[in-house]
């Protein structure tokens, strides 16, 4: 339930700070007074379009801060939980909106997008006001409410995961058919390319082998001549080589180092120097050695590669993939026949699975009509209390031309306010009060089987009085066992019966307009009930009479 509204430059509301309790909240006040900004506050908390206009002339932000119990609020937690969001048994919402136009919203301290704000406070709180897009005009909130209330969902969700099934594997079957009809056009082109990379036999590395290969073997001349003239250099004639000079070097100017520091360096580095081209010698005659200049293995390796590439060319692919190209083949050719194998089975199995689905659809269907004539006869019960004596509520089922995730048919709430007058929709047919009335006559025979959440209800007493909008109250009160009830209303039949009030009033001087909202104490509430029983002047009479209204 909602524990606490916080509200700071919203319109005509400078600074509110409500805490509430749970049961049945009376919001009163003259008209224009800015009841409904109270509402038009939690609604924007709860994720409603932001408005730059709402913010407070002469402040740069408004803020409003919804701090929530959610002990008894499974879907919330879980909700919570599934968009990696702290959750605890109290959640607070805060949305902020700037004179620019820009607007924010947090859930314990965490931004989040107002889709998503919409989406947490559905399971939150519902909004029955008279301007809002209500839910109970939504066929799909129609029929959520439908099933709630005949099993809290339990066959729903029967139905529906038996329709999944049945859905997957269709669609499992419909892509093996897809694949196995296109598979019978190139089934023989594939075999075709299959077979003859199969004869070719491309080794995993076997293309940069012979790639390396052939450049060492067609530059073989180049490679004996540079060696052997290396070699000469290196090992010389009878005047001796670079080698033997280095050597000789070493030597000699090792015989006048004495004394010389930089001379002895010097026969270091020429030592070293000697070592390096003897090993650089012996490197490049075990190269020579081991190379054979063989004409037939460079033709050889020059036609592979030739096959290579026109393969490569063919197959449209570079030369280094031809190997993964043709494992690829050979695993597409394998699938086909797998698939062909697999459809007799998948056949079966949706024949069955769609039977299962037409089952658990025709039981939900069942249950959905009992529950749509008991739901429709009490509904319709409450009526005459609620000041619409010949009105009714048809919850009829409508089917579908075909199976759904949700069913075998949709659901439509029909609503006839008096006899002879032509029924319909309830989207199209009820005012805004009968619709506030009817949406209170279902919720309070549905509250004693569904988790409600608060519930907001604004002017649900709008064109009634006397005894009717006593019922009212009672209603409301009977709900508030149930759930929390925020009312606004102008009956004080049904301001006495709450267990807290909230009033709110105008104050205006030449320069600004501020609307004050605060609960009301019993003595306060005794004066707020006489003003809405006779008017601005107060008497003993009212008094009493609203001593007699208030509830104890």
């Not at 599934?82 to 048994?89: F, Y």
Request: proline share 2%.
């Amino acid at each position: 339930m909602l524990l606490q509204l916080n509200v700071q430059n919203l319109a005509t509301l400078a600074s509110v700070d409500l805490e509430l309790t749970g049961g049945c909240i009376a919001v009163t006040g003259d008209t224009g007074a800015g009841k409904s900004l109270i509402l038009d506050a939690l609604e924007l908390a709860l994720g409603a379009r932001a408005d730059a206009g709402l913010v407070r002339a002469g402040t740069e932000r408004a803020q409003i801060i919804a701090e929530f119990d959610i002990e008894r609020l499974p879907h919330a937690k879980v909700w919570l939980t599934d968009n990696e969001l702290d959750q605890d048994d109290e959640l607070v919402l805060r949305r902020t909106l700037t004179s620019e136009g820009r607007s924010k919203a947090y859930v314990n301290g965490t931004p989040i997008s107002t889709s998503q704000l919409k989406e947490l406070s559905e399971q939150l709180v519902l909004m029955h006001t008279q301007h809002a897009n209500q839910k109970l005009l939504q066929t799909k909130h129609q029929l959520e409410l439908l099933d709630d209330y005949a099993d809290q969902g339990a066959a729903r969700g029967r139905s529906s995961l038996a329709f999944k099934e049945w859905m997957e594997t269709l669609a499992a079957l419909n892509t093996l058919k897809a694949d196995a009809s296109k598979a019978d056009a190139e089934r023989e082109l594939l075999g075709f390319q299959v077979e003859e990379l199969n004869a070719f036999n491309l080794q995993e590395g076997e293309f940069e082998q012979l790639d390396q290969e052939q450049r060492q073997l067609a530059s073989g001349d180049t490679f004996i001549r540079v060696t052997e003239q290396a070699l000469t250099l290196l090992s010389g004639d009878d005047a001796g080589g670079l080698i033997s000079h280095a050597e000789k070097l070493a030597s000699d100017v090792s015989h006048i180092a004495d004394g010389h520091a930089g001379l002895s360096n010097a026969s270091e580095l020429l030592d070293q120097a000697a070592i390096a081209l003897g090993e650089a010698k012996s490197e490049i005659q075990h190269a020579r050695d081991q190379f054979d200049l063989d004409p037939e293995r460079l033709q050889f390796v020059e036609e592979r590669l030739a096959q290579v590439f026109q393969l490569a060319r063919k197959h449209k692919v570079e030369p280094e993939e031809l190997v993964q190209h043709h494992q690829n083949l050979v695993s597409r050719l394998e699938g086909i026949a797998e698939a062909s194998d697999r459809i007799p089975m998948l056949e079966q199995k949706v024949i069955e699975l769609e039977a299962t689905a037409q089952q658990k659809a025709a039981e939900l269907t069942r249950i959905r009509s009992s529950a749509a004539e008991q739901l429709s006869r009490e509904v319709t019960a409450n009526f005459p209390d609620l000041g619409m004596e010949h009105a009714r509520l048809d919850i009829r089922l409508i089917p579908n031309e075909t199976l759904t995730t949700t069913g075998a048919e949709s659901v439509q709430f029909f609503f006839q306010p008096n006899p002879g007058q032509q029924g319909g929709p309830l989207s199209k047919i009820a005012s805004g009060g009968e619709l506030s009335r009817v949406s209170l006559a279902i919720q309070v025979i549905t509250a004693t089987r569904l988790a409600t959440p608060t519930l907001v209800f604004d002017e649900v007493d709008v064109g009634i009085g006397g005894k009717t909008a006593a019922k009212v109250g009672e209603l409301l009160t009977e709900l508030a066992r149930n759930a929390q009830v925020l009312v606004v209303t102008h009956q004080p039949q049904v301001a006495g019966q709450a267990d807290q009030h909230l009033h709110v009033q105008k104050q205006s001087d030449e320069d600004i307009t501020v609307s004050q909202a605060r609960l009301l104490s019993r003595d306060d509430r005794i004066d707020e009930i006489a003003r809405m029983l006779g008017g601005h002047s107060i008497t003993e009479s009212t008094r009493q009479a609203a001593m007699d209204l208030l509830k104890d």
